[in-house]
């Protein structure tokens, strides 16, 4: 445009200068409706960027919106992982310690039951000591002193004998009834006499059974009573 007024401007051998004016006058004209187009279409165009931010703002204002909730979200997400975090270290820990009593408890009733089972096997050994004691050996004491009676008798029943000696087998009852010449053993014999023997080898040795005794399992119920060989230099 302007290269055109100043083409104009500089004519050679113009005559008409109204008709340079009309052209300068056309041109300014052209160029004002051109600026003026050219506004009015940069005021549309900032018109619309307006409206289209007027439209973002509220979008926007919603992501922000958006963006604080899931923050706060995330925080209290983050919260309570903390707690959870807190309550998984406490339930591992009372988990340990449980463990720990169970374990403690575990021992305390295999003692306790160990316990039990000795404290009802001396229950029952008592109790079979004490039927033992108080009731079988006093029973078999006086058997005893009926077998030595048909023992001593002149003439002995041998079946009642034999009979008597199965009852005592069944029960487990032994016969102590050393025989002469057995070595004296102060633990199963009682001395009731004593024999002066000039055989040194004969010396603290059984010479005869007065009484027999009697022995249930290791126990000794009654000692034989017996006569007893003392050598004299």
């Known amino acids: 445009m302007n290269n ?9 051998n113009e005559t008409d200068f109204s008709k340079t004016v009309k052209e300068l006058t ?5 160029s004002t409706r051109i600026r003026s187009n050219l506004c009015q279409k940069i005021f549309e ?25 899931v923050e706060k979200s995330q925080k209290q997400s983050e919260e309570k992982i903390g707690k959870l975090d807190s309550l998984i270290k406490v ?15 575990a021992r305390n009733m295999q003692q306790i039951r160990s316990l039990t089972e000795r404290v009802s096997e001396r229950v029952d050994s008592i109790s079979q000591e004490f039927i033992d004691r108080h009731v079988i050996e006093p029973i078999f004491k006086d058997f ?8 001593t008798m002149k003439q002995p029943d041998k079946v009642l004998l034999d ?11 032994q016969i102590i009834e050393p025989e002469k010449g057995d070595a004296f ?16 080898i004969q010396d603290k040795t059984v010479s005869s059974t007065l009484r027999i005794g009697f022995k249930h399992k290791d126990r000794i ?8 060989n003392i050598y004299n230099n």
């Open 163 to 173: 009979q008597f000696q199965l009852l005592l087998e069944s029960h487990e009852i």
């Open 45 to 69: 165009l900032l018109q619309k960027i307006h409206e289209t931010f007027l439209k973002i703002i509220p979008r926007i204002d919603n992501i922000s919106n958006s963006l604080n909730t």
């Open 91 to 105: 339930f591992a820990n009372d988990l340990t310690e449980f463990s720990a009593k169970t374990e403690v408890t």
């Open 144 to 151: 005893g002193s009926f077998y030595n009676t048909l023992r």
């Open 4 to 12: 055109k007024i100043m083409k104009i401007i500089t004519r050679e």
């Open 221 to 228: 119920i009654q000692r034989a009573q017996v006569a007893v």
């Open 185 to 200: 053993n102060p633990l199963e014999h009682q001395p009731l006499q004593k024999i002066e023997t000039q055989n040194p």
């Open 26 to 30: 056309y041109l300014e004209f052209k």
